[in-house]
Every structure is written in C-alpha cells, then in structure tokens.
T-cell receptor, first 114, second 112 residues
C-alpha cells in the first residue's frame, strides 16, 4: 500500500520557470491538500480539494494553481517560479467523515528556486 | 497573532524524563486537536488526537485539552532519544471544513 506518493522528491528551478508537482493517493480518500513548510513557519495550506471536482484556496495560494484531475490525483502548478517559493511541499489526503480527521502525508518535494 | 502558537524550542530533556509540549489556539470554536511528530527530513505523522476536555493517554503519550484556557499539551513520559523530533500542534476549526491549521512546531531533543 503506497499511501500518498509525491513526485519529484527534489527540484531546482530558475526564476520564471514553470513546473507541476504531482500527488496521488491510493486510499480512496475524498479530501486532498497541498502544504508548504518553511523553516520556523510550520505547515501552511496552499490549496485543498474537499472532493473530486472542487478546489479552494488556503492561507498562501498566490503564485500557485491546482488541478484535481480525478479522485486519486491532485497536482500543484507553479506558473512562474520565484525565489520566495523555495520550500518543502507536502501533499496530504484525508478520508471523509467526522471521525476521520487524520491527514496522511506524502514524503515531500524539496524545491529550490534560484 | 498566529492562530496556533507553539514555542519553537528547542526543548532539551534528559533520557527518561517527562517532556511537556504546549500549544495555544485563538479560535474558541475549535473542535479537534492533534499532535503530529516530524523527524528531520521526513513528513509529519499523527501521534495523538483529542476532542474533549481532559486527558487522553496512549502508551507514553498523554494529550491534555483545556478549552476554557484554549490550550492543548502533549506529555511524553520516559522520553527516549528516538523521541527527538519536531512536534506540530494542529487545530481544526468549527464549521465542518476539516482543514487543520498547524503551529510552527516545537523541536524536542532527548539527550542520553
């Protein structure tokens, strides 16, 4: 059981380049999330998807777009990367229901923008 | 003021001692409270959840919730070097969105 799979694990971009971070989960979860983690800042929500076909902005959405391609996949796109987007990105998923609030995280993508 | 506040630490305790990690939150309507552990270079993993006032114990871990004072704490008894990690407090607001807000995390170091 793979859980939540993120690709790539590492990426270096130049300012202005674009890229897409991929995330897929095999647990049949409805909700998926993208967080970024910066030193001393904890996890900050970029976008989330409560169910297939829906997406909503989180705390820090500027400079990002997302696509919930199907129930399994939730991608995060940087259209024009900036040094301020250097961070570690985590995708997470959650099953639906009041008693299922545990987040399952992927292994993360370390992104550097030069 | 950040919605979920934690002392960044590091908190250093000797092996075998009790480690006490604290977290305060600003939204009085918050419903669910979580502690995630994150080892260096790894992703967070849930270790405790608590929903009502009082204590909840799971092995060496005890979560404590006081909604009137808006704080939640995590006690780790008989601390081991393998407990050395960053502990993230997360809070879910009322309203059914189930979107946890995370604190900045407290770094715990357990030295032999």
């Amino acid at each position: 059981n793979a859980g939540v799979t993120q690709t790539p694990k590492f990426q270096v971009l130049k300012t202005g380049q674009s890229m897409t971070l991929q995330c897929a989960q095999d647990m049949n979860h409805n909700s998926m999330y993208w967080y970024r983690q910066d030193p001393g800042m904890g996890l900050r929500l970029i976008y989330y998807s409560a169910s297939e076909g829906t997406t909503d902005k989180g705390e820090v959405p500027n400079g990002y777009n997302v696509s919930r391609l199907n129930k399994r996949e939730f991608s995060l796109r940087l259209e024009s990367a900036a040094p301020s987007q250097t961070s570690v990105y985590f995708c997470a998923s959650r099953d639906s229901g009041v008693s299922n609030e545990k987040l399952f995280f992927g292994s993360g993508t370390q992104l550097s923008v030069l | 003021q950040k919605e979920v506040e934690q002392n960044s630490g590091p908190l250093s305790v000797p092996e075998g001692a009790i480690a006490s990690l604290n977290c305060t939150y600003s939204d009085r309507g918050s419903q669910s409270f979580f502690w995630y552990r994150q080892y260096s270079g790894k992703s967070p993993e849930l270790i405790m959840s608590i929903y009502s006032n009082g204590d909840k114990e799971d092995g060496r871990f005890t979560a404590q919730l006081n909604k009137a004072s808006q704080y939640v704490s995590l006690l780790i008894r008989d601390s081991q070097p393998s407990d050395s990690a960053t502990y993230l407090c997360a809070v879910t607001k009322s309203g059914g969105s189930y979107i946890p807000t995370f604190g900045r995390g407290t770094s715990l170091i357990v030295h032999p």
